[in-house]
């Protein structure tokens, strides 16, 4: 199956989960670390899978199923990171930013999740150390 890029039918991201109780794949470890938080072992999985895409395609949140999709030609360490933490901002229910540099800027291959990133998800708990 080859991943598309097409506009999603709503705004609404339907299924999301939440940052303090959520759990991952160990591909998605570094992603997790870019937001500071911490994976719970246990709560729901946010599956993450690598399909075949046009280069121009980075990733994917599939919010009807809650799955990330993720090109399988990105190889560059970072870039796949960022990929990844901006896919699981959209599974933490965060849209595209547009106004300012953030992880959720649509096609950011090097930004990190920034401090103002971090706090629209950070309401449960204390960040870890």
Request: aromatic letters at 6%; hydrophobic letters at 45%; glycine letters at 6%.
């Amino acid at each position: 199956m080859f991943l598309v890029a097409c506009a999603a039918s709503d705004d609404t991201i339907d299924r999301t989960f939440d940052p303090c109780a959520f759990d991952v794949a160990d591909v998605a470890t570094d992603a997790v670390a870019l937001w500071n938080l911490e994976r719970t072992p246990g709560a729901p999985m946010i599956d993450v899978q690598f399909e075949d895409a046009a280069p121009a395609f980075h990733g994917h949140y599939d919010d009807e199923r809650g799955i990330v999709l993720i090109n399988s030609a990105i190889t560059e360490p970072h870039a796949l990171s960022v990929v990844i933490a901006h896919e699981l901002g959209h599974a933490f229910g965060l849209p595209h930013i547009g106004d300012r540099a953030s992880v959720m800027n649509r096609g950011n291959l090097a930004i990190e999740p920034t401090a103002e990133d971090r706090a629209l998800i950070s309401s449960c708990a204390p960040p870890r150390s």
